[in-house]
């Protein structure tokens, strides 16, 4: 199986190199997503140790007050110096506050740019901000990538997937009032499906409100499965091949 979202590293996670270590042995691999250039130097130096972490790398919204041009252009310097995979977490998010909007736009916009650049898929989040999100995206023309733990509409997602994007399912698919990401997972085809965590949050049941882990994709896959009426196995199947497809692994 394959993780395609995930943040397993020391700042989030202290047990980090045992999960890796774990997930290794049952054959389960990820990609760790970075969020600044700390945590994006941390993930590409745990790329090179372990054969099953694969960097995708990023600045991402909940950190943009402190970012400027100079962030952008350490970032570069790691996509090219790196095997990174993605350009990614990031995106755009609203929930909390739009009064930095318009930083939150500018890197957005220059990160896709260097996705393009580099010809990378993008790992997006989207929250709040779907429609601009999309309209970004749609000029930037970047035509690959996922849109991480996505919780929007059926019909938004049908866009999304237009413009050559999957659609990642995390551990909430499990929660027994999720209507909204039941319907999705029934509506959209298996193969514009991921797997992914978001660890160490949003862990499923039953395993809820405990630190998440790639090692809980399992459970996600097996109510894929069951929303679906087919096995588990074709699922992680499907999903581990949109994957490697998606991020060229």
């Known amino acids: 199986m394959i993780d395609t979202h995930s943040h397993v590293y020391e700042e989030e996670m202290p047990n980090y190199k045992e999960i890796i270590e774990e997930c290794k042995n049952k054959d389960i691999s990820m990609i760790i997503n970075g969020v600044d250039n700390k945590s994006n ?36 310097e790691l996509i090219k110096s790196n095997n990174v995979v993605a350009l ?10 739009k009064e930095n909007s318009e930083k939150q736009v500018y890197f957005f916009k220059k990160q896709l740019e260097l996705a393009k650049k580099y010809d990378l898929p993008v790992i997006v989040h989207s929250r ?13 023309g970047v035509r690959k990538g996922s849109m991480h733990c996505y919780s929007g509409s059926v019909e938004m997602a049908k866009e999304f997937i237009k ?47 405990l630190q998440n882990s790639p090692l809980n994709l399992i459970y996600i896959a097996e109510k ?7 096995s588990a196995d074709e699922v ?7 994957a490697k497809e998606l991020f060229n692994l």
Do not use: M
């Open 128 to 140: 709040k901000a779907s429609q601009e999100v999309f309209d970004i995206i749609k000029e930037s």
């Open 41 to 76: 130097k941390e993930i590409v130096d745990l790329a090179n140790e372990y054969d099953n972490v694969y960097p995708a790398i990023g600045l991402n919204y909940d950190q943009i007050d402190y970012f400027d041009d100079k962030d952008l252009e350490d970032l570069e």
């Open 224 to 230: 894929i499965a069951e929303i679906k009426g087919i």
């Open 88 to 97: 990614g977490e990031i995106g755009l998010d609203y929930y909390w506050t």
């Open 163 to 209: 413009l050559g994007f999957k659609i990642g399912i995390d551990g909430p698919i499990t929660y027994s009032n999720n209507v909204k990401g039941i319907e999705l997972v029934k509506e959209i085809p298996l193969e514009y499906l991921l797997l992914e965590t978001d660890s160490p949050y949003l862990a499923p049941e039953p395993n809820r409100g």
């Open 236 to 242: 992680i199947e499907k999903a581990t091949k949109n």
